[in-house]
Structure formats: C-alpha cells, structure tokens
C-alpha cells in the first residue's frame, strides 16, 4: 500500500514562507494525482492544491491563489507544496495525499484513497 509522508510544516510568522513535503518510497508519485488538503479545529477538510498525474496540470483553492505552488520532483519521488506571503487563517494540519483513478486532481478529498499522517503549520507573530 502507497504510504505518503508530509515534513516541512513549523511555526511561521505572517507574510513569512515554508515548504512542505510529500514523499514516497517503493510507489512512483508521478503516476498518481497529488492533492494537498488542511484541516482546521473545527473546521471541515479543504483542498489546498492538486497536481495531476504524468503532468504539470495544477489547480489551487482561490484563498491560495498566487500565494502557493505546487510541484513534482520525480528524480526525489516528492510533490511539493510552496507557500509563500503565509497568513494566520492558513493555520492547519495539512495533508498530502494520493489518487490513481482518475484521469485528472480533484479538490475533494473523496478521490484520494491514500493519505499521509500530516504535518503542522501555525502562522502567528
């Protein structure tokens, strides 16, 4: 079974940037769509950003827009999720996660059937 692992979430302060990290070992990334999704207390799951699958196709909630990129390094096996110009109501554990079914990344974490155990990004001054 594919196991995702995310790294690069810690405390930042506002305007500040990180770099969180999807990785896999014995599954090839770029067969699958990538999503990246955060959760808040209280809070409902929310897709961040996708990458789809053999492709540079990517889509990006519009809270996000122009703030975060994401990207694939296939020589490392890891998906990227860049965040820069970061405000405190980004604040959430996220997730990366991985879907091999459909043709195209999907905002919603229904298609992804495998998921990492998240990582903890906190944005306060």
């Known amino acids: 079974q594919l196991q995702l692992v995310e790294s690069g979430g810690g405390l930042v302060q506002p305007g500040g940037s990180l770099r969180l990290s999807c990785a896999a070992s014995?599954?090839?990334?770029?067969?699958?769509?990538i999503g990246w999704f955060r959760q808040a207390p209280g809070k409902e799951r929310e897709g961040v950003s996708c990458?789809?699958?053999?492709?540079?196709?990517?889509n990006y909630v519009d809270s996000v827009k122009g703030r975060f990129t994401i990207s694939r390094d296939n020589a490392k096996n890891t998906v990227y999720l860049q965040m820069n110009s970061l405000k405190p109501e980004d604040t959430a554990i996220y997730f990366c996660?991985?879907?091999?079914?459909?043709?195209?990344?999907?905002?919603?974490?229904?298609?992804?059937?495998?998921w990492g155990q998240g990582t903890q990004v906190t944005v306060s001054s």
């Open positions: 990458i789809s699958r053999r492709s540079s196709s990517a």
């Open positions: 996660a991985a879907d091999i079914k459909s043709y195209y990344c999907s905002g919603h974490h229904s298609s992804y059937a495998s």
């Open positions: 014995r599954f090839t990334l770029d067969y699958y769509n």
